[in-house]
């Protein structure tokens, strides 16, 4: 039996891919594929918007509905929406990671709140956060209201308290949330998509 250097070369090969993928326990022969539609089955699908970046990545989060293994209201899966124009359905790390925000034991279910000079937070109730935060923005800005500035132009500010903006807010989100804070009198708002 003649073997020419190519032969031999191209025999070589193939006899060691075969020992290497065979024994990995990869197999070449086409398999049957079936699409997994029991985890989505009893879930309705939602749009969100990521929360990581500012670039705005879109979101499919389906949630149990009634008749769910897991009751109504759990998010059982995230994945990115391929109708988005943004990201085409595609998603990051962290963007792929949204789901664990929903489902993770760790996370907080209450407020945090840590007094002035104090070194722990303690878990508050919302009804008592809420109006603690109303009560001092409003005590601040009274404090600090400037109607008139030094050459008598009428500027309606105060500068005791600044906004920092999150990138997941979408622009209605953003449009109101500005509208509050410069009827509040804010000069310095800044979004966390510049920083």
Excluded at 150 to 157: I, L, P, S, T, Y
Excluded at 167 to 173: H, K, T, V
Aim: positive net charge; proline residues 5%; glycine residues 10%.
């Amino acid at each position: 039996m003649q073997f020419s250097r190519r032969g031999f070369l191209k025999l070589g090969a193939g006899a060691t891919a075969s020992v290497a993928f065979g024994g990995l326990g990869i197999s070449l022969t086409p398999v049957a594929a079936a699409a997994q539609d029991a985890k989505l089955k009893w879930t309705r699908q939602t749009t969100s918007v990521c929360c990581y970046c500012a670039v705005g990545c879109g979101l499919l989060v389906s949630t149990s509905a009634e008749g769910h293994p897991d009751g109504p209201g759990k998010a059982i899966n995230v994945e990115g929406n391929p109708d988005h124009p943004i990201n085409e359905g595609s998603l990051c790390a962290k963007g792929a990671s949204t789901f664990q925000l929903a489902s993770n034991k760790d996370r907080p279910q209450k407020p945090l709140y840590r007094a002035p000079g104090a070194t722990e937070w303690k878990e508050v109730e919302w009804s008592w956060a809420l109006p603690e935060i109303a009560k001092r923005v409003k005590a601040t800005r009274d404090a600090t209201f400037t109607e008139k500035n030094a050459a008598g132009q009428v500027v309606n500010r105060t500068e005791a308290i600044a906004s920092l903006g999150s990138a997941a807010l979408d622009n209605e989100e953003c449009w109101a949330l500005q509208a509050m804070q410069r009827a509040l009198g804010l000069v310095y708002i800044e979004h966390q998509a510049r920083l």
